[in-house]
């Protein structure tokens, strides 16, 4: 049956090959079918050895080498005290101007800027001009009004003066006495003093200075306690409770730690915030008034995650967080930073354990297949 079939197809090669073949030498025609054959050879896939379709591993090893490779690093969540800080400054607790009550020249002043001064000491002296002589006539007029109310309560015993009379002249000397009082009053407050113990802040006026009503003569600043005040947000208020710890950070290099003393409980009609107050001790007087201030406040204990603030990530809306990895694919995962620090920065909101990309992660989205690589040990950064 070959034979026949082989018979045929030369019979019909001959009656049918093109006029070019039967002018080709020999050896042309040998080497065009050898050009044909590796045509068909290498179309077929022969040169390569696949025949058919790529096997599941080649297929896997081609997807491998086109997803992008991260850095990541398994983080194990530990208890943490959650910290509300807050922007803020030194401020004494009692400040205040001490101001005259009454007018006149400034005859002498009794402290210097930065003195300690103490409850009841003069700091300013205002001249008594005539006040003097007027308390002597206020005295002399009680004297006077005295003896004329016990005459006119005699009289009336005996029937000589009437009980309007015996009023009128108890009037009398009840006002004399009320004068008598104003003035030894003015007499004192020529005597400007301190109204607690505490540091002369400042010094308004100086010897021959006219003083008139309210101005002033000093500033007395209290050393203790001391404030370190700020303003929390609306999210952040509901959680600080008065008398809890809190402590200050002073931009002077010191931490002083204190408690809480004040919550407001009206927010500020233009940024919204709250007021808040913490307590600090100063017994040796080195604080100052205005000295700014880091306030961390303790408010819970909370799981938390150490990473380096170098892995932080924001997404379209602006939200901070961290990329993970989950089961191969980038997943973005919404964070909340509880403290910050040199040695790092501390978050929640993290699963417990998590798989986060350390290196890589400005390159990858959400959902995208990556190939992890483990970093060895070490915080993430």
Not at 8 to 36: C, E, G, N
Not at 205 to 230: Q, R, S
Not at 287 to 296: E, F, K, P
Request: hydrophobic fraction near 40%.
């Amino acid at each position: 049956m070959l034979k026949n079939w082989l018979q045929f197809a030369r019979f019909w090669w001959s009656q049918h090959q093109p006029d070019f073949w039967r002018t080709m030498k020999p050896s042309y025609r040998a080497a065009s079918v050898i050009l044909a054959i590796v045509v068909v050879w290498i179309g077929s896939g022969l040169l390569t050895g696949t025949s058919g379709p790529p096997t599941e591993a080649g297929a896997e090893a081609k997807t491998a080498a086109d997803k992008p490779r991260v850095g990541v690093l398994t983080l194990h969540a530990s208890e943490r005290a959650a910290t509300v800080t807050v922007r803020g400054h030194t401020e004494a607790l009692h400040a205040v101007d001490v101001r005259a009550e009454v007018e006149g020249v400034v005859q002498a002043l009794h402290f210097e800027k930065g003195d300690r001064v103490k409850e009841g000491q003069t700091l300013c002296e205002i001249k008594l001009n005539d006040r003097g002589a007027k308390l002597d006539q206020a005295r002399a007029s009680v004297a006077q009004m005295e003896k004329q109310h016990d005459v006119d309560v005699k009289l009336a015993a005996d029937g000589f003066r009437s009980k309007i009379q015996v009023a009128a002249s108890e009037a009398a000397l009840e006002a004399s006495r009320a004068q008598l009082e104003t003035m030894q009053i003015q007499l004192a407050n020529t005597q400007i003093k301190a109204p607690f113990d505490g540091v002369a802040d400042e010094r308004y006026v100086d010897v021959g200075d006219y003083m008139k009503v309210g101005d002033k003569c000093a500033t007395v600043i209290a050393p203790e306690p001391f404030l370190a005040v700020g303003e929390v947000s609306e999210d952040e208020v509901g959680q600080i409770e008065t008398g809890g710890p809190a402590s200050a950070a002073l931009i002077t290099g010191e931490t002083v730690e204190g408690k809480v003393r004040f919550v407001a409980t009206r927010a500020d009609a233009t940024t919204r915030t709250f007021r808040v107050e913490v307590e600090l001790p100063n017994p040796d007087g080195k604080l100052r008034d205005g000295v700014s201030a880091d306030i961390h406040i303790p408010v819970a204990h909370v799981k938390a995650d150490k990473i380096s603030p170098g892995i932080l990530v924001l997404d379209d809306n602006g939200v901070v967080g961290v990329r993970a990895v989950e089961h191969g694919l980038v997943k973005f995962i919404p964070v909340k930073i509880i403290s910050d620090g040199p040695d790092g920065m501390w978050i929640a909101g993290l699963p417990d354990p998590v798989t986060i990309i350390t290196v890589g992660q400005e390159f990858v989205s959400d959902g995208e297949r990556v190939e992890p690589v483990p970093e060895k040990g070490g915080m993430a950064s």
